[in-house]
Structure formats: C-alpha cells, structure tokens
C-alpha cells in the first residue's frame, strides 16, 4: 500500500522509481527525498480520452504526477482523508473528492444516467454534482477526502442502503443507484432543506459516506 495516515487529515504516500503516483494539485504538504512533481495533461492513468470524457463531463479537476524515491505528505484544505484499497474492482468517486490514488489504478468517467436511467441524472441535478463521476479500476489505493471523517457501510445483497445525497462520497463493488423522494424526520419537526430525497444503492459493496452535509 502506497499510503500510510499520519493522523486524520494527513498521509503519507512512499514514492519508489519506475512507480507513479497522482494527487491533486496544491495538496503536497512537506516531502523527503528526490521526488518530482509535474502537471499532468493526459488525464491519468486513462489517457487522452479519458481527459476528455472528463472536461466534458466538468470532472478536470487538475492532477500531479509524483514520481521518483522518497517520501510525501499530502493534505488539503484541513479535509478528513480516507484511504480507501482496491483489489481489481472499480471505485466510483466524484473528482473533487480525490487526493491522490496509485498510478497502477486506470482512470476514467462515467455516465450516471447509466446507473439508475433518469433517476441516475437527476441525482446528479439535486446534489449539485455532475452527472458524470470519476472511475477508478485495478489494484492500489485511493485517498479521498470529506467532511467530518469517513465511516464505510456495506452493501448486501436485499438489503440496500439509504443515504443522504449530500453525505455521499464514493461507492465500490456491484452497485446500482437511484434517487428517491422520502419524508425525513428533518422534513417533519421543520429543519427540512427542501430536498426529501435519498439515495438508494443495492447490490452488493460499499458506500462511504461523510459525517457533514456540506460540499467540498
């Protein structure tokens, strides 16, 4: 595992020659050693037309290639960071939410109409995030920030979990999505925002889910 964590606002990624790593721009906080850092214009692992299929969907959030030998520590904006570990499936994550992951993991971006058909889309128009999400698929770990710390629910399997859209950070595994309109308790003693809805994810994963309502 290339990440280590520091305490919960900060890790610590090892950089070792003939391997990459990608991070957010602006999120390197202190390294050690002979490490590099350059902007990346290909988009990834994914390649070009990954990057594309990002800048149309709004996903171009600006990356760094990190490579070389040594240590750094990455944070931003005095986030919750969870380091999150694939063994070849696929990690759904919208791109503000990223740190840095590997660079063995494949980038990519996919429709959420897809996952859902219109309920999909307009989870996208009630969340305030795109209708496109970022995709990460292979082996290596990711670290993703939030609001008020991380907790991982599993998904089963007849047994679907609800979550507040706003409290949603990323999903993994077999997992199909769509929004539905629900009266909360904040609805009835009036501490409702207006938008009764929740996401509802069935299959069988893991959603992660963030400790606050509020965006990045």
């Known amino acids: 595992m290339a990440f280590t964590e520091i305490n919960s606002k900060m890790i610590q990624a090892t950089v070792m020659p003939g391997q990459r790593l990608f991070s957010q721009r602006g999120?390197?906080?202190?390294?050690?050693?002979?490490?590099?850092?350059t902007p990346n214009i290909q988009g990834g692992q994914g390649g070009v037309m990954s990057m594309l299929g990002r800048r149309v969907a709004n996903e171009a959030t600006p990356l760094m290639t990190v490579e070389g030998s040594g240590t750094v520590m990455f944070g931003h904006?005095?986030?919750?960071?969870?380091?999150?570990?694939?063994?070849?499936?696929?990690?759904?994550?919208?791109?503000?939410?990223l740190l840095a992951f590997e660079g063995t993991l494949r980038q990519g971006t996919m429709f959420m109409g897809s996952q859902g058909g219109v309920m999909g889309m307009v989870r996208g128009q009630v969340t305030g995030q795109g209708l496109f999400t970022t995709t990460l698929q292979g082996q290596g770990s990711v670290a993703v920030m939030a609001h008020g710390g991380v907790f991982e629910v599993p998904i089963?399997?007849?047994?679907?979990?609800?979550?507040?859209?706003q409290a949603?950070?990323?999903?993994?595994?077999?997992?199909?999505?769509?929004?539905?309109?629900?009266l909360g308790?904040?609805?009835?003693?009036?501490?409702?925002?207006?938008?009764?809805?929740q996401l509802e994810l069935s299959g069988s994963g893991a959603v992660y889910v963030q400790a606050s309502e509020e965006k990045l």
């Open 168 to 182: 949603y950070v990323a999903h993994h595994g077999d997992v199909r999505n769509k929004l539905s309109t629900a």
């Open 27 to 37: 999120a390197m906080l202190a390294y050690k050693g002979d490490v590099s850092f």
């Open 156 to 165: 089963t399997p007849g047994r679907p979990v609800h979550v507040d859209p």
């Open 77 to 97: 904006g005095g986030h919750h960071i969870q380091i999150i570990n694939l063994t070849g499936d696929t990690l759904y994550v919208e791109a503000d939410r």
């Open 185 to 197: 308790w904040r609805d009835m003693v009036g501490r409702g925002s207006g938008e009764a809805f």
